[in-house]
């Protein structure tokens, strides 16, 4: 099983619509989680971290993390096409002393204009 | 903002055959790593190095072998290619240990025939 579940597989919301992303991980000691981006073609690009209960919010993009239910959410309001891409959600732990990500197997957002 | 080069952006492979796949940095980040993506799988680490000389395996090493001679450059080797080593490759590097974000590069596509 893997370490980080992502749902769902795949989201298509209209332009302007909210987008809403869902990670799970199985691990209680997960600590530490990051949402990355990757356009086609591309690498991975970080978005965003949270490494605390509650929310954080960067322009469109709103990440939630509840540590009790080793849940993490990001949230696109007011979605672009540009928005288009693969998500993933990644944690990491300190007492893995390497500090290793952990990725999960992604969510495709498309944003219909 | 970091830059991490990959090269070649693809290649065509033949079973059995050697593939060595390279990796430059310009960020003097000490930790670099590769990373596979496949379809359903997320990012999987193979191998990743702190320091010059000296690297370490992820959790699929089997088949690849990874050298690091220099702080900038980190290569992947795959002594005898096989048709499920066929994945797009990801190059990454980060500053240290914590609760650091990956800097990745864009990516190669390799395919086995």
């Known amino acids: 099983q893997q370490k980080v579940q992502q749902s769902p597989e795949s989201l298509s919301v209209p332009e302007g619509g909210m987008a809403s992303l869902n990670c799970t991980s199985s691990?209680?000691?997960?600590?530490y989680f990051w949402w990355y981006r990757q356009h086609s073609g591309e690498g991975p690009k970080a978005l965003m971290s949270i490494f605390s209960d509650g929310d954080k919010k960067e322009g469109r993009f709103t990440a939630h993390l509840n540590k009790a239910s080793l849940h993490v959410s990001l949230h696109i309001r007011d979605s672009q096409p540009s928005d288009s891409a693969l998500y993933f959600c990644a944690a990491t732990q300190a007492s893995s002393g390497s500090w290793q990500l952990i990725f999960g197997s992604g969510t495709q957002l498309t944003v219909m204009p | 903002e970091a830059a991490v080069t990959q090269s070649p952006r693809s290649k065509v492979a033949v079973t059995g055959g050697k593939v060595t796949l390279s990796c430059h940095q310009t960020?003097?980040?000490?930790?670099m790593y590769w990373y596979r993506q496949d379809t359903g799988h997320g990012l999987r680490l193979i191998h990743y190095s702190y320091v010059a000389d000296s690297t370490e395996k992820g959790d699929i090493p089997d088949g690849y072998k990874a050298s690091r001679p220099s702080q900038e450059n980190f290569s992947l080797i795959l002594e005898l290619a096989s048709l499920s080593q066929t994945a797009v490759y990801f190059c990454a590097s980060r500053p240290g240990l914590g609760a650091e974000t990956l800097y990745f590069g864009s990516g190669t596509r390799l395919t086995v025939l």
């Open positions: 960020n003097n980040h000490d930790y």
């Open positions: 691990d209680r000691n997960f600590q």
